[in-house]
Each structure stands twice: as C-alpha cells, then as structure tokens.
C-alpha cells in the first residue's frame, strides 16, 4: 500500500485524536526508522521513551517469540514463570518490595492512587482524603490519572474528575508544605517531569517533600513512567536523590515495546491490598511480562546504564554548545538521554523539519523539542542528530 492511500484510509477510521505527521512507518533497526517508502529516520524519541534497546534486538525478539509459542495469557488467578521473573526484575532494580503490573502508564497511576487511598482508609478509618500533584505534571489519560496532571487543557472537558486533589507548584517546597493537612493521603509528581517541559526536580525539593512524607507518614508517589527505567543513568530516577519513595510507578521502557506497566510499593504501603481491591485480566500476563524479564537482563548484559552515563553526558555538551551559540534557545535541561532544549517560539516546526530531514523529535510542551533516545544511542549518531538539528534551525 502506498503512503497516501494508508494515510487517506486510516485519516477515515481513526478518531482525532493526533495530529499526525504525513509518514507511514514500516520496520526498525538498532536507532533507525524506516517508512514504506525506504526513508530512513534517526529515532530521537524512541515511540516517545519506549523503545530503550533499540529496535530488532534480536535477544529480545527472541525471547518473545518462544513465550508467544509457549502461552500468552493465562489469567492472575495462576502463577506464571515470566511474571515472577519480571517482579522480581523490577523489585532488585527499584529497591520496592511489591509489585502489580497494568497494561499501560495511566493504569500503573490509577493503582497507585487506590493504593494510596487504601493505605489512609486503613490507617484513619475515614474515605475523606487528600491529593497533593503538581502543576505542569502530566500522569496520563484515564480519569483518575487526569485528575492529578497539572494541565488545565487535558482536564476541563472531562470534568468532574476525582476529588480532592491540590495542586502545587513544582520545585517549590515552602507551596507544597502550605497546602498539607490531616486529610492528605498522598503527595504524587514525576521525579523528571516529561511532558510538561523536562524539568527535573531539584535535591532540596525532592529530598524537602520526601521527609516531610515520611515524618507525616503521607505516601510518597513518584511517577517514574518517563524518567525511569535507566534514562537519566541509574535504573530510576529518584535513585538520583537520597530518597525513599512509597510507590512508584513504571511502563514506557519496562517492556520496551509491549504495552505493559507496573505499580510497585514498600511492604508497609503494599500491605493496605487485600484480595479483591484491585485485579486486571490483562495486566502482566506472560507475554509481556517475558519481555519485561528479558529487558532487566538486557540492561545488565548490554550495559545500558553506563551508556546512558557516558553519552548521555556526551549529549549534555553538544546541546548546551548549541544552547550557547543558538539564540533562539532559552534554556537547556535535564540530563542523561531525558534533555530538552526550550526555544523562544513554539518548535512544531522544528520537529516537521527534522523529519524532512530524516530525524525524529518530538516536543514537551509548545515550546521545548525533548531528546528522548533509545538507551543504546552513541555519540557517532549524536553527532549526526547534532548536524541535521542545526538545519532545521
Ligand atoms: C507517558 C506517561 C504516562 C502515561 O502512560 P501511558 O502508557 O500513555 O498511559 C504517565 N506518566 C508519565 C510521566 C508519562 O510520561
């Protein structure tokens, strides 16, 4: 099929719901994209943070393919290899004691907020409880997820959402400390927040909300979706900072492909769950969960962390070389292979121009293009993103 006739058919069936751009992807290899028509894309954005081991990983492939041939579904009523492997995985890299996996981002945020929620029935007796989340915070789109992202934009057409959440501003400890009660149940932001610009949260921050959660006893919820999973160098985010969250929540790069995500939690929070509060029929079934064991193993063997390390720091000089020569760019920020550069007009442009070009961007917010990479990226392909960004410019 040709590319018009994909796009014109699909332009038919498809809600609105993205404005696409007018390329009709078909294969990929290690950090390249391919379309039907042959053209060849440096990938930038990694299906927006997911594909962190590149494309075509044959061991991955692989491991895939056996558990396709072995079983694919049971149900969670039944014990299964893959997912032990995969909790276990998540639980030596994470420092969590237990585990629950979705089917997506959203979903791992709606059980962390019943699990919050059912950690302060438990401990008060009362359902009247509170959310802290923090403006420009995005946890995604389901109802309850919603209800705590810091877009009005995402939010007012679908109100009412769940009650009682407050917002605060982000890096702003004295703001979030004004607006803690009796009733706050929970205080819930991403450690490096994506969507909403690449902003990471500075040590005093963090570290200021993380004691005042444990000296309160509120749950600390720390949304790792994006950040997580080995981006900024260590396997989460928060492992960044000294400190200890109470849940943190994971997909994106957990599976690396497959639609799988996961809550995890200390025992003492985990511990509020009893039979029958919560359940999928999907969630981590074998099949993704075989790839969410096989993607633990990979960052060891392949070393992930450590070129995330190495050339997310070798990333951090070119764009901040560029920063300094470019004047359109006001800031520059995050680290690892989660970096934004913000620009002083919005940068759709930008990322239609690099696709021209055989590279692909994407933006956080209006104003900033996010360099999300998969892992595996080197600085041969830095340097060529580098020289096809400067044209688009
Ligand atoms: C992508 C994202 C989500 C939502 O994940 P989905 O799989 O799209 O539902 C939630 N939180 C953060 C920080 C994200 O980046």
Redesign the pocket.
Known sequence: MNSTECRTRAENVLMHTYGRYPVVLDRGEGVYLYDTDGKKYLDFSAG??VFALGYKNEAYNDALKAQIDKLLHTSNYYYNEPTLLAAEGLVKASGMDRVFFTN??????EGAIKLARKYYYKKTGSADSQIIAMEH??????MG?LSVTGKKAYREAFEPLIGGVVFAEFNDLEDVKSKINDKTAAIIM?TL???GGIYPATKEFIEGVAAICKEKDIVLIL?????GMGRTGKMFCYQNYDIQPDII?S??ALGCGV?V?AFAATEKVAAAFEPGDHGTTYGGNPFVTAAVAKVFELFEEQKVLENVKENGAYLYEKLEEFAKETPSVVDHRGFGFMQGLEFDHPVKDIAAKALENGLILIAAGTHTIRFLPPLVMQKEQIDEMMEILKKCI
């Open positions: 927006i943070g997506s981002g959203t979903e791992a945020v915070s995005f946890h995604g789109r389901s997820a991403e927040q994506g969507e949304d790792e979706i994006q950040c929540t997909a994106k639609p995500g």
